[in-house]
């Protein structure tokens, strides 16, 4: 997939821009799609799936999703951490998450600035957006400005519901002192991410995905399998608490079939939500 976004196809995706009518990227459920609009705020509880593997390495994969999975990784101390997506969406909003808490932007004006970004139909015009464009990724900043009139920030409900879900200001400290700069992003779907991967990452972490394509779990899980170094692990995940369970005959045929270079876990949290891990054993 080419790197920079095309905008006349994203608008013509998106339809009306009246946010309000609804477009094939405006409604759910649906299949993400290369500009589905994102979230602000995950609504995953990643404290606890980025935690599972707090100081087992640092070099991590992660889906870019609403640019909080590599957030927590950062604060979970990884080191390297490449993200990925289907939609480019989602690297505009982790770019524009990432270099707000690096400018020092105070903690409760980066939280209004997510509800703010989330309900706008031009992201651009959002208080402090201006400020920050400038200083991501070029492609990333043309794409949010090109698309004004569009609500690419729109996915899911108002963010104060996943207020627990949010970095905590303490958490947000922590960012501050250890974000580098803007997080390497490949535009790839997952059943072809592997074509664009090099070396071994300790982590690879795959959230919020195999609920739209369950028919890619054992050949995703396989193909990643060189991409995760012996002892390392492949976190499965979702906000969606019955995603992982109607597809446990699928997990339960990728554990036959890897069985002699991976084992299965399930790290159930709080709410019923469960993690597949995959620890590559050899």
């Excluded at 006349?8 to 009246?18: I, K, L, M, S, T």
């Excluded at 590599?70 to 770019?95: E, K, V």
């Excluded at 031009?122 to 004004?148: N, T, W, Y």
């Excluded at 995703?220 to 170094?229: A, E, F, P, W």
Aim: aromatic content about 10%.
């Amino acid at each position: 997939m080419n790197n920079k976004p095309n905008l006349d196809v994203a608008r013509a995706a998106y339809g009306n821009p009246d946010y309000k009518s609804g477009t094939q990227y405006l409604s759910w459920p649906g299949h993400p799609l290369d500009y589905s609009h994102a979230y602000v705020v995950s609504n995953e509880n990643l404290r606890h799936t980025t935690g599972l593997t707090r100081d087992m390495g640092r070099r991590v994969l992660t889906v870019a999703g609403s640019g909080e999975q590599p957030l927590f990784y950062t604060i979970n101390g990884a080191i390297q951490i490449d993200t990925f997506d289907i939609s480019y969406c989602a690297r505009a909003i982790m770019d524009i998450k990432t270099q707000a808490i690096r400018s020092g932007m105070p903690y409760e004006q980066y939280k209004k600035l997510l509800k703010d970004l989330h309900f706008a139909p031009s992201a651009s015009k959002v208080s402090g957006v201006s400020e920050i464009l400038p200083k991501i990724p070029a492609h990333s900043a043309q794409f949010v400005r090109g698309m004004d009139g569009y609500r690419i920030f729109g996915n899911g409900l108002n963010p104060e519901y996943y207020a627990s879900e949010m970095i905590s200001e303490t958490e947000y400290k922590t960012l501050q002192k250890a974000l580098r700069g803007a997080f390497k992003f490949i535009w790839s779907d997952v059943a072809t991410l592997h074509t664009q991967l090099n070396g071994e990452y300790d982590v690879i972490n795959l959230s919020n995905i195999f609920e739209w394509s369950p028919d890619l779990i054992q050949p995703t899980l396989t193909n990643l399998r060189n991409y995760v170094r012996p002892g390392g692990y492949i976190l499965v995940q979702t906000g969606c608490g019955m995603a992982i369970g109607k597809n446990m005959d699928k997990f339960i045929d990728v554990q036959d079939a890897l069985k002699d270079w991976a084992k299965i876990g399930i790290n159930k949290q709080e709410r019923d939500t469960q993690v597949i891990i995959l620890e590559r054993t050899r």
